[in-house]
């Protein structure tokens, strides 16, 4: 008998390179799990007005409804910028997917903070390729939500396609760096950036879980869609951590 399909719906910035493909690679073993994907125009990462509404909940709810058009067994906001808005913009978005499409829905930020809480993580260690303004909001908004950064290190670009140009070899060094400041977990912070394959390797040398921003996500689409995070094998320690 032929096991049913599960289908993750991804809500993606219009302008992401990654996220495809590497959420398309984690599942490559897991032929019964499918990933389908919704974009809405983000192209710059910044503080201002208009960078800002580049994530107005209306534009994020059309995509999502069109993702329900595919019978996906979960809708998650693949993306970040609750880091910089406020964690409560996203915990508004999950119930307003939900109310407008009947389907369980999740968020990275969130997944995030589920993830860091569980491991009982006391400093984070902070990567990304914002700008310093940005990075100090996420400090910021991430602390009044209850997860303290101790090391960061970020590139300064505002281009959201440039963040999928870093090279894996630049992030393992920022990667390195933060665990050299003294950091319990390590968290990259960007689903545009391509990191999630470093988990496996770096954490056995490092000794700290490594959550990329793709994976964290995937761990929490797959809980919520009903499916075990544990199938995913090879790409880091945090899909052993079982989610709520």
Request: charged share 25%; proline share 4%.
């Amino acid at each position: 008998m032929t096991s049913p399909k599960v289908r993750l719906g991804m809500l993606t910035p219009s302008s992401n390179t990654t996220l495809e493909p590497v959420t398309s690679a984690m599942l490559r073993d897991t032929p019964d799990i499918t990933a389908h994907f919704g974009r809405f125009k983000v192209t710059e990462i910044a503080l201002s007005d208009a960078a800002l509404k580049q994530f107005d909940d209306t534009e994020i709810l059309r995509a999502a409804d069109l993702l329900a058009d595919a019978k996906v067994d979960a809708i998650a906001w693949n993306g970040t910028s609750a880091s910089w808005m406020g964690l409560e913009r996203d915990e508004r978005l999950v119930a307003r997917i939900e109310a407008a499409t009947g389907i369980k829905a999740c968020t990275c930020v969130l997944a995030c903070r589920e993830l860091l809480l569980k491991l009982g993580t006391k400093r984070i260690g902070l990567v990304t390729p914002y700008t310093a303004d940005v990075q100090r909001r996420i400090g910021e908004r991430w602390g009044a939500s209850g997860l303290a950064i101790s090391a960061e290190r970020h590139l300064g670009i505002r281009d959201n396609f440039a963040f999928a140009e870093v090279s894996e070899a630049r992030v393992e060094g920022m990667i390195r760096e933060v665990h050299r400041d003294g950091c319990d977990s390590a968290v990259i912070l960007c689903t545009n950036v391509n990191a999630a394959a470093l988990a496996a390797r770096l954490e056995p040398q490092l000794g700290i879980p490594i959550l990329d921003s793709v994976a964290v996500t995937l761990w929490k689409c797959l809980a919520v869609a009903g499916a075990a995070p544990a199938r995913i094998v090879g790409w880091g320690s945090l899909f052993a951590v079982p989610a709520s």
